[in-house]
């Protein structure tokens, strides 16, 4: 190895401070030679019962060190901060810059040379990453895999995108607590994250794009032992990775940034891609901003048929070749000479990787779509962008104009969406307020609220909604999602009223609110902030630093990083 370690501050030494830093790591019966010269890798291990989707994280871990002892590393497993999607309330978003937090200062204050993350459910990727960046080691990701397909009385069932139909069963269909319970675990039958292409399966595939993983790992099911497999080679390339000094940063570039955005619409990912990778751009200084989703992916080609944008589920996408299909039929879009962890850039990785489905995979000269991707819309309801997803939308309703019928909050909707008295019908535009980053907080998925139940027995399928939340991956609609300015701190979306027409021009990039700009300018000076939601803690903080969604909503005092150097010892 031609660079001193960094693990040989705490453990190289043979004075009072070498002694302290292997003396008590010694009760977990090292030998003598894992401190002389091994480089020690962290395990960043997000594993928790509470955390379903990455409950089997555990497991994981042992087979990863696997690897890395074959290597000749030093594997030392840590949790962090682990946080599920589907049981953490107010919503995990809250708390994804406080789990970056936690990978960050565990990675920087401990002596490791290079890092695994195991991921899996929608933020403990972002979060770990993004603490991860900010220390800047060699790096690597094990994302843990989704579920099996979910299968329900002879149907495919897609987790995730199957709960939204929850409220149209019950009405229109009559289901029972049976009925529900059934389902339950039709669409949870092994370990693993979502099968959908949600945000899950979409932060695993964003990683292997933007050259993070070990080529192809992203869409093997977590019951598959070629993910175990993967995970030990996993192990035994960190430690190469240390020995060639290959860090995050050196993979992070620009271009591969740009190679998740095309990769992103060619496999209809989740929205919630954006945030994320706007706020791991932020942490290593790469520019990156919103405009660019829209310029650099919304002309690529949708390949993958994958719920909710299409047909299948992860299971189906493995089968067909998964992602480096995809990475090689976008191949004239993307940057090839792009590095990955591996070492080798993607287009070299990906080359020839077979597709066994073209049902699946469609190719970038008969895709499912022709134009996939993001809008980024602008006007004066949004001053620094708003996003849909037109491959999730209902293509009539792209260009819409409608009455605004406004819910202040997600309680006000609640309560009132469902009275037969609301004055609203299938052209009016659903306006949700408070619920972004600084509002809720922690800006939850909610912009994709359920139409009231007299327009479902209507067989109404579909409005324009739009709102300052985020939605889930794994929801489909004509959803206007992340308005910035949000609500909470004065943007317009918080001076629409009920009955005013609102224009969406998604083809001309416009969102707008029709009225005056005298009219606007009353309502802007007669505006009072909501009280903040919290004096206290955590959360207190948050609403203080967090920046608005076109950013990446990441907090302010957390954009770049404090490198992997502590001076001082702790005696
Ligand atoms: Fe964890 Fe969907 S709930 S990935
Ligand atoms: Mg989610």
Request: glycine share 10%; net charge negative.
């Given at each position: 190895?031609?660079?001193?370690?960094?693990?040989?501050?705490?453990?190289?030494?043979?004075?009072?401070?070498?002694?302290?830093?292997?003396?008590?790591?010694?009760?977990?019966?090292?030998?003598?030679?894992?401190?002389?010269?091994?480089?020690?890798?962290?395990?960043?291990?997000?594993?928790?019962?509470?955390?379903?989707?990455?409950?089997?994280?555990?497991?994981?871990?042992?087979?990863?060190?696997?690897?890395?002892?074959?290597?000749?590393?030093?594997?030392?497993?840590?949790?962090?901060?682990?946080?599920?999607?589907?049981?953490?309330?107010?919503?995990?978003?809250?708390?994804?810059?406080?789990?970056?937090?936690?990978?960050?200062?565990?990675?920087?204050?401990?002596?490791?040379?290079?890092?695994?993350?195991?991921?899996?459910?929608?933020k403990t990727t972002p979060s770990t990453v993004m603490g991860a960046c900010s220390v800047d080691l060699p790096t690597i990701v094990v994302p843990g895999g989704p579920m099996l397909n979910g299968r329900f009385r002879g149907q495919c069932v897609g987790s995730g995108s199957f709960n939204w139909l929850i409220k149209e069963k019950q009405h229109?269909?009559?289901?029972?607590?049976?009925?529900?319970?059934?389902?339950?675990?039709?669409?949870?039958?092994?370990?693993?994250?979502?099968?959908?292409?949600?945000?899950?399966?979409?932060?695993?595939?964003?990683?292997?794009?933007?050259?993070?993983?070990?080529?192809?790992?992203?869409?093997?099911?977590?019951?598959?032992?070629?993910?175990?497999?993967?995970?030990?080679?996993?192990?035994?390339?960190?430690?190469?990775?240390?020995?060639?000094?290959?860090?995050?940063?050196?993979?992070?570039?620009?271009?591969?940034?740009?190679?998740?955005?095309?990769?992103?619409?060619?496999?209809?990912?989740?929205?919630?891609?954006?945030?994320?990778?706007?706020?791991?751009?932020?942490?290593?200084?790469?520019?990156?901003?919103?405009?660019?989703?829209?310029?650099?992916?919304?002309?690529?080609?949708?390949?993958?048929?994958?719920?909710?944008?299409?047909?299948?589920?992860?299971?189906?996408?493995?089968?067909?070749?998964?992602?480096?299909?995809?990475?090689?039929?976008?191949?004239?879009?993307?940057?090839?000479?792009?590095?990955t962890v591996n070492g080798k850039s993607i287009g070299e990785n990906n080359a020839h990787a077979p597709c066994y489905d073209q049902e699946v995979i469609a190719s970038a000269d008969k895709p499912l779509l022709k134009e996939a991707g993001i809008a980024v819309l602008k006007g004066n309801l949004c001053e620094y962008g708003a996003i849909i997803k037109p491959s999730a939308a209902t293509p009539a309703l792209m260009k819409h104009r409608g009455k605004a019928v406004v819910f202040k909050s997600i309680e006000d909707y609640h309560q009132r969406i469902d009275d037969p008295n609301l004055e609203i019908d299938e052209?009016?535009?659903?306006?949700?307020?408070?619920?972004?980053?600084?509002?809720?907080?922690?800006?939850?998925?909610?912009?994709?609220?359920?139409?009231?139940?007299?327009?479902?027995?209507?067989?109404?399928?579909?409005?324009?909604?739009?709102?300052?939340?985020?939605?889930?991956?794994?929801?489909?609609?004509?959803?206007?999602?992340?308005?910035?300015?949000?609500?909470?701190?004065?943007?317009?979306?918080?001076?629409?009223?009920?009955?005013?027409?609102?224009?969406?021009?998604?083809?001309?990039?416009?969102?707008?609110?029709?009225?005056?700009?005298?009219?606007?300018?009353?309502?802007?000076?007669?505006?009072?902030?909501?009280?903040?939601?919290?004096?206290?803690?955590?959360?207190?903080?948050?609403?203080?630093?967090?920046?608005?969604?076109?950013?990446?909503?990441?907090?302010?005092?957390?954009?770049?990083?404090?490198?992997?150097?502590?001076?001082?010892?702790?005696?």
């Open positions: 190895m031609s660079q001193k370690l960094r693990s040989y501050d705490w453990f190289g030494k043979n004075d009072k401070m070498g002694f302290v830093h292997r003396s008590w790591l010694r009760n977990q019966g090292y030998p003598d030679d894992y401190f002389q010269g091994k480089p020690v890798i962290g395990i960043c291990n997000t594993w928790s019962e509470l955390t379903p989707c990455n409950a089997h994280l555990r497991d994981f871990a042992e087979v990863v060190k696997r690897g890395i002892v074959e290597a000749g590393g030093f594997p030392l497993e840590f949790p962090v901060m682990s946080l599920g999607e589907t049981i953490m309330r107010p919503t995990t978003m809250l708390f994804r810059n406080l789990a970056s937090m936690d990978t960050e200062e565990s990675i920087r204050a401990n002596p490791l040379d290079g890092v695994v993350l195991l991921t899996g459910c929608d229109v269909e009559n289901y029972t607590a049976e009925d529900i319970h059934e389902m339950e675990v039709g669409v949870a039958r092994s370990q693993g994250h979502c099968m959908t292409m949600g945000t899950a399966s979409t932060m695993a595939c964003m990683m292997e794009a933007l050259g993070l993983t070990l080529p192809g790992m992203a869409a093997i099911p977590a019951a598959d032992s070629r993910k175990k497999l993967m995970a030990q080679l996993s192990g035994r390339r960190i430690v190469e990775m240390v020995k060639e000094d290959l860090k995050i940063s050196k993979i992070l570039t620009r271009q591969a940034f740009e190679n998740a955005i095309v990769i992103n619409a060619g496999i209809g990912g989740s929205t919630n891609a954006i945030i994320h990778l706007l706020a791991i751009a932020g942490r290593l200084g790469v520019e990156l901003n919103l405009e660019d989703f829209d310029i650099i992916g919304s002309k690529v080609p949708l390949l993958a048929n994958l719920k909710p944008a299409g047909k299948y589920l992860m299971e189906e996408f493995f089968y067909a070749g998964g992602l480096p299909v995809v990475i090689r039929e976008l191949k004239q879009y993307i940057h090839n000479e792009a590095i052209n009016s535009v659903i306006v949700l307020q408070g619920v972004g980053p600084v509002g809720y907080p922690g800006m939850p998925e909610v912009g994709n609220v359920d139409l009231p139940e007299k327009l479902l027995r209507k067989g109404i399928k579909d409005m324009v909604r739009i709102s300052d939340g985020r939605m889930s991956g794994t929801a489909a609609g004509t959803v206007v999602l992340h308005v910035s300015p949000e609500s909470a701190i004065g943007g317009v979306l918080a001076l629409v009223k009920d009955g005013d027409m609102i224009e969406l021009d998604v083809e001309n990039r416009k969102l707008h609110l029709d009225i005056s700009d005298e009219e606007l300018a009353k309502r802007k000076a007669a505006w009072t902030p909501p009280p903040p939601q919290a004096d206290r803690g955590y959360v207190k903080f948050y609403i203080d630093h967090v920046q608005q969604a076109h950013l990446g909503a990441d907090l302010d005092i957390l954009r770049g990083g404090s490198g992997s150097e502590v001076t001082r010892d702790l005696h």
